[in-house]
């Protein structure tokens, strides 16, 4: 296996940060993998001919004289920057998007001149906190800090790079504002803003939120109908995400004008094969060319095989032949990228065979009506002790390692890997499964790192029984993390103390009932609770085993002691719990509820005055009829809640998702909805009127409606207009 590796090594230059081109000029941010010219015993010592092909890589502004194929393409991406701002580049994977813009359009623009160029990929991991977040705001700062700060030096410019990521993501700073500056730097410059593989906004970014925002950003301080814009914006995305994009009404406006880049023609594929070739006096075996035609097929997604089999043709040829024997031996284009796999596993002993199957699951991220793409990964979750294989697999020319802001990452050298290589295939489809399960305790575990290791975040009952019979199941293939690791075992300390603390509770009931002192105990048990409830800081986290005990449960929520006024019930976990609904007309006030998860909770018909819902979790709850009055509700998610008839009054409501189709009848008074502008699922039942709106704060095209409904009978039985609407806010 160690010669194997040595006769990879240094196959890939490395990145470079800043990659330079023409005379003088760079494309910052952009770490470009180059392989070196390969070789074998057929070719002579003297013959020093670099290999014009360029295997699973995309072409890159330095390989601009070997990439053919596209001319047509890159012309018309070249006018369209003359003439837009904001240019969508959607192809199939493996359609060589990133070629045509790297190898094709950079070239042209740094010739003509006046251009500045970076670079960036929106699921770059921002590591905070021992936590590793994609973060689209930390990517797009890290391209711009370069241009917006020039003189600053590495270690700046990553302190520059956060800080200019909060900034643009509070909107403290417009992105505007960075261009603006940068156009100071760079007088009489236009700056090329090349965001690759942008489909990583879907795959990797999970928050629908933090997706709307970053697109908004984009759409609002780039796209224009102008001509003469000082930057252009270049996307290059994966079509079959072009309905994740299309499902957001902003974006999908954008890409009514994008560049599709479809299928080469048979002319086209042949200059692909013969004209790299032919500017080394390299010549094709006749008929050859004919047959490496016939069996691309008609596949945009096939190029990547096209490539990679040229790429071993060329170190298999006789002198300046490439010779019909070597396309046999390398297994033709369908089979040449197979067996150069299957050749590197069969050198791996099985212990190392099982540790490469558990690196590449680690690198695929399973497809939701989509294919299965590749994932970046960060050294920390591989592991450092496996990291010394994650380099033989990158001299292998398998996965591609990067140093992407002082972070080591690895991802699988191409998709086309993980659609054609059988092994790889087999691996996903037996673990599949397990793959999702791993996942998705991963994410939850994240988010417990997140919120400080809150113990409101900890699995309990049917979840924390998967994740340890997941645990102690034999899932060699997928390797849990440590981090997972330690939040199952908290989750089941929390447990093993819970089930305690219950057992305690019933054996003072019992003492109690057998002294027929039941009424006194109950009363005394309730006050006691309620106490800890009113006077606790939001800080005693261990008040979850409680509230959520069957006993507790009963005294707290029955109809007799429900209300709950007053009481410190934030940051706690308290999902499918609270159920008020045989207490209509309940009225509730100072009630904190602030980082509680609320999932399943049932409130119809209570109101709720100065009550604290910020960052609460309503996924799923029942609030037919419930009034919030004064009460923040920052943050919160009403994901599928049940809000018809709901009244919101004297409420500034901001970040709020209403991902939810029950919002008939609701009602807002007096309100600042200005935050909602954006959420196009509330605006549209806004202008329809099935949202009653009066006295409230509105803006863009719905400023006309804040009075509309004042005067509407379900809203005039709760205020006294006008005079109600002259309170302030």
Same mark, same amino acid.
């Given at each position: ?65 070997y990439f053919f194929g596209r001319d047509d393409s890159i012309k018309k991406l070249y006018q ?289 009506? %989509?294919? /299965? $793409?590749?994932? &970046?990964? !960060?050294?920390?979750? =591989? ?8 380099? *033989? +697999? ?6 591609? %390692?990067? /140093? $992407?802001?002082? &972070?080591? !990452?690895?991802?699988? =050298? ?8 059988? *092994? +790889? ?134 109809q007799e002691h429900q209300n709950i006024s007053n009481m410190k019930l934030c940051k706690l ?87 939810t189709n029950k919002l008939e009848g609701i009602i807002f008074i007096n309100s600042d909805l ?56």
């Open positions: 296996m160690a010669d194997e590796m040595a006769q990879y090594h240094s196959q890939v230059d490395g990145e470079i940060k800043g990659l330079s081109i023409g005379t003088g000029n760079v494309i910052y941010n952009y770490f470009y993998s180059h392989p070196s010219p390969t070789t074998n015993e057929d070719v002579t010592e003297t013959d020093t001919l670099p290999c014009p092909y360029r295997g699973l890589f995309h072409f890159g502004p330095k390989d601009a004289e369209a920057t003359q003439t837009r701002n904001f240019i969508p580049v959607l192809g199939a994977s493996g359609s060589g998007k990133s070629s045509v813009v790297f190898a094709g359009l950079v070239p042209k623009l740094e010739a003509e001149g006046s251009w500045q160029f970076t670079y960036f990929r929106p699921g770059v991991i921002r590591k905070d906190n021992k936590q590793e977040i994609p973060d689209p705001f930390y990517a797009l700062a890290t391209a711009l800090v370069p241009l917006y700060v020039p003189d600053a030096d590495e270690t700046e410019q990553l302190k520059q790079g956060r800080r200019l990521a909060e900034s643009l993501r509070s909107r403290e700073i417009l992105l505007s504002d960075v261009i603006t500056r940068i156009q100071r730097h760079y007088p009489g410059d236009r700056l090329l803003l090349i965001a690759d593989q942008f489909e990583e906004l879907y795959t990797l970014c999970t928050d629908p939120k933090v997706r709307h925002q970053f697109l908004d950003i984009l759409i609002d301080n780039i796209y224009t109908p102008s001509a003469d814009s000082p930057l252009v914006l270049v996307l290059t995305m994966r079509a079959d995400f072009l309905g994740n994009a299309l499902s957001y009404a902003s974006f999908a406006q954008v890409l009514n004008d994008d560049m599709k880049l479809g299928a080469m023609n048979h002319t086209e594929l042949r200059d692909v094969i013969e004209k790299p070739a032919q500017k080394l006096g390299v010549t094709f075996e006749l008929g050859l060319v004919e047959t490496i035609l016939d069996d691309v097929e008609d596949e945009p997604g096939n190029l990547p095989l096209l490539e990679f089999a040229l790429t071993e043709l060329w170190k298999g040829r006789k002198g300046k032949k490439i010779t019909h024997l070597a396309y046999q031996d390398i297994g033709k284009v369908q089979g040449a990228l197979t067996r150069h796999a299957d050749r590197i596993l069969s050198k791996l002993t099985p212990e190392e065979t099982k540790a490469a199957q558990r690196i590449f699951l680690k690198l695929v991220n399973l497809g939701e009506g %989509t294919g /299965d $793409t590749r994932r &970046q990964v !960060t050294q920390a979750e =591989i592991g450092v002790s496996n990291w010394h294989f994650v380099k *033989q +697999l990158a001299d292998n020319r398998l996965v591609v %390692t990067s /140093d $992407t802001n002082n &972070q080591e !990452t690895v991802e699988v =050298i191409h998709e086309a890997l993980i659609r054609n290589w059988s *092994q +790889l295939r087999e691996w996903i489809d037996e673990s599949r499964e397990a793959m999702r399960t791993a996942r998705k305790i991963e994410a939850e575990a994240k988010e417990w790192e997140t919120q400080g290791r809150n113990k409101g975040y900890l699995l309990q009952d049917r979840r924390l029984r998967d994740a340890k019979e997941f645990m102690q199941f034999d899932h060699t293939e997928v390797e849990l993390s440590e981090l997972v690791k330690d939040f199952i075992k908290a989750s089941q300390w929390k447990q093993r103390r819970s089930g305690f603390m219950e057992i305690m509770l019933v054996f003072v009931a019992l003492v109690f009932l057998l002294g027929s002192l039941r009424v006194a105990f109950d009363w005394s048990a309730i006050m006691l609770v309620k106490h800890i409830l009113i006077q606790d800081t939001c800080t005693n986290h261990w008040l979850t085993d409680w509230v959520k005990s069957p006993l507790l449960r009963y005294f707290l929520w029955s976990n308290l999902s499918g719990v609270i159920d008020l609904s045989n207490n209509p007309g309940l009225y509730l006030e100072n009630v904190d509820f602030s980082n509680t998860n609320l999932k399943d909770s049932k409130f119809p018909e209570i109101h709720f005055s100065d009550s604290n819902f910020t960052n609460a979790e309503f996924e799923d709850a029942n609030l037919q009829n419930t009034h919030f009055m004064s009460s923040p509700l920052d943050k919160a998610n009403f994901k599928n809640a049940d809000l018809k008839n709901a009244v919101f009054s004297n409420v500034t409501p901001k970040q709020i998702s209403f991902n200005s935050d909602l502008a954006n959420d196009e699922n509330i605006t549209k039942k806004i202008s329809s009127g099935s949202i009653k709106i009066c006295c409230s704060k509105l803006s863009g095209n719905l400023m006309k409606y804040s009075h509309r409904d004042c005067k509407d009978p379900k809203v005039s039985q709760l205020i006294d207009y006008p005079a109600y609407c002259k309170t302030p806010r």
